[in-house]
């Protein structure tokens, strides 16, 4: 299976900052990358897919770089509801493992 | 927009069978643009792929090595649902349990159902 991985695990942000968060695979995976947001209590919503396209309905604020085994999801200015944790998952082998997870919080 | 509702109990016993539900909204189980997948959350494991089902001349299924030998997902096309099937279960199957539209294209996941706590204990 394809190990992934995630940092930092956890960051704290202010409204309006811009925000990183990296994730590694122990393999090449090319660009099947996806990027899910989760709030407590709820199920995951896709962000991003193939590494850097913006699921509709996702906030343009949002964007993810990448390729090969080392990708970043970008959100340019925090908002209020961006408040989250966030998991990458591959989707190049079965099966499609996530990674453990970034939550981002207030700081 | 495909809306997925899961359905089935909370709470289940000690080497009995785990069974969920999941009812498709405005697509269809046999949708040659989709796979159907169930995934679980446990704060132990995280996120847990464990499998999938879809049709492409016929039904096609695949399934996570650490279940492989207890688990089945079935479609129904009749009722545009399928399900997760769990045998033998132990507390270790304590979980969130999701379902999840796969776009067959990015095999990206979208929608997911609403989630479902399924605990196991007597």
């Known amino acids: 299976d394809i190990h992934m991985t995630q940092s930092p695990s956890s960051l704290s942000a202010s409204v309006g900052d811009r925000v990183t968060v990296s994730c590694r695979a122990s393999q090449s995976i090319s660009s099947a990358l996806n990027w899910y947001q989760q709030k407590p209590g709820k199920a995951p919503e896709l962000v991003i897919y193939?590494?850097?396209s913006l699921q509709s309905g996702a906030p343009s604020r949002f964007s993810g770089s990448g390729s090969g085994t080392d990708f970043t999801l970008t959100i340019s200015s925090l908002q209020p509801e961006d408040f989250a944790t966030y998991y990458c998952q591959q989707s190049s082998s079965v099966p499609f493992t996530f990674g453990p997870g970034t939550k981002v919080d207030v700081k | 927009q495909v809306q997925l509702q899961q359905s089935g109990p909370g709470l289940v016993k000690p080497s009995q069978t785990l069974t969920l539900t999941c009812a498709i909204s405005?697509?269809?189980?046999?949708?040659?643009?989709?796979?159907w997948v169930w995934i679980r959350q446990s704060p132990s494991r995280g996120l847990e792929w464990l499998g999938r089902?879809?049709?492409?001349?016929?039904?096609?299924?695949d399934y996570a090595v650490s279940v492989k030998s207890r688990i089945t997902i079935s479609p129904d096309t009749s009722k545009d649902q399928f399900s997760l099937q769990l045998n033998s279960v132990t507390p270790e199957d304590t979980a969130v349990y999701y379902c999840?539209?796969?776009?067959?294209?990015?095999?990206?996941?979208?929608?997911w159902g609403q989630g479902t706590l399924v605990t196991v204990s007597s």
């Open positions: 999840a539209r796969e776009d067959r294209g990015t095999n990206a996941y979208s929608p």
């Open positions: 193939s590494a850097a």
């Open positions: 089902t879809y049709y492409m001349s016929n039904w096609h299924h």
């Open positions: 405005m697509d269809t189980v046999s949708s040659p643009f989709a796979a």
